[in-house]
Structures are given as C-alpha cells and as structure tokens.
C-alpha cells in the first residue's frame, strides 16, 4: 500500500504491507533507529513516538494509520540548528539513563505531556503518573521524574523571556 509518512517534518513516501507496525517502518524504512523495540505488546512504552502531537506506542500502531498524519520520533526532539531539546539536557544533567534503551520512549512521552500541558511539572504526583507508563530497568525512575521536572522549568524560563 503506497503511503506517505510525515515525520519529524520529512515526507517519507514508503511502498508497505499494510499489517506492518510503524516502529517497523520507521527504524527499517525510514532509517530512524532512535525509536526502540522492547516489548512489542505496548507495555514497556520503549517504542514512544507522537503521532499528531499524541504519544502512541508505534508497536501497536500500523503504519498505514499514519498515512498523512505528523509523526515525531526522538530524532526529531533536537531543533533545527542542532540544539538538544530542553528533555535532553535534563536527562544528560540529572544523569536520568543509563544503558539508554528506554530513554527515547520516555523523552517522547514527556514531550508529548510537556507540549500538551506545559504546567505538569509543577505537579509531582502528575510527572509520577506519565513516567510510571514507561519502563526502565536501570535508573530506578526518581532521576527521570527530576529530569521532567527539570525540563518543565527550563522550559517555562524560556517562555517567561
């Protein structure tokens, strides 16, 4: 099935079989290898793209449902002259990876929280909630949550300005 993927602003016209997962398309087609696979039930939220602004799990998601839709993965995170997101200097700071491997699904749904609502970091028990829909196996979460938090007040700064 012809589609045509719009992601991180690039349009990707892709000839796929319409049972084909997006986190699929995306690291085999797209050549975007940021977006990892680790369940591939939808439970371990390592897959986290947005999709129209959304946080899906592209494990779940067929690529065809995205034809003509803005798909953003954590390559896209960085603006355009390079410059990490404010997420991604708050993980480097608050040491918030370790091996890295579900730091792509958690920085896209913290994007996705942020961009939505940008108040959610001044609420812990809410910054609790969205990194309790990921899994990491290594930090033991409290540096992710200061990480959001961190980020949410960056990012509220530079709003102020």
């Given amino acids: ?3 045509t993927l719009t992601v991180n602003g690039d349009d990707y016209p892709l000839d796929v079989e319409p049972r084909r997962i997006l986190a699929d398309v995306l690291r085999e087609d797209c050549r975007l290898t940021g977006t990892h696979l680790g369940c591939e039930h939808g ?3 390592a897959c986290t793209v947005l ?3 959304q946080a899906v ?3 779940l998601m067929l690529a065809v449902q995205c034809d003509g839709r803005s798909v953003r993965t954590v390559e896209g995170l960085a603006g355009p ?3 990490p997101h ?3 200097r708050a993980f480097s700071a608050e040491h918030a990876l370790q091996c890295g491997f579900c730091t792509p699904g958690f920085l896209m749904v913290a994007a996705g929280a942020l961009e ?3 108040t959610i970091g001044d609420d812990p028990e809410r910054v609790h909630g969205l990194v309790e829909s990921n899994i990491c196996r290594c930090t033991g979460y409290e540096p992710i949550r200061r990480a959001i938090m961190r980020a949410a007040a960056e990012s509220a700064s530079l709003r102020r300005r």
Wanted: charged share 30%; net charge negative.
């Fill in 81 to 83: 002259d390079g410059e």
């Fill in 116 to 118: 939505a609502d940008p």
């Fill in 86 to 88: 404010p997420l991604q």
């Fill in 1 to 3: 099935m012809k589609i």
């Fill in 51 to 53: 999709v129209d602004g």
């Fill in 57 to 59: 799990r592209s494990c």
């Fill in 43 to 45: 439970v371990c939220g």
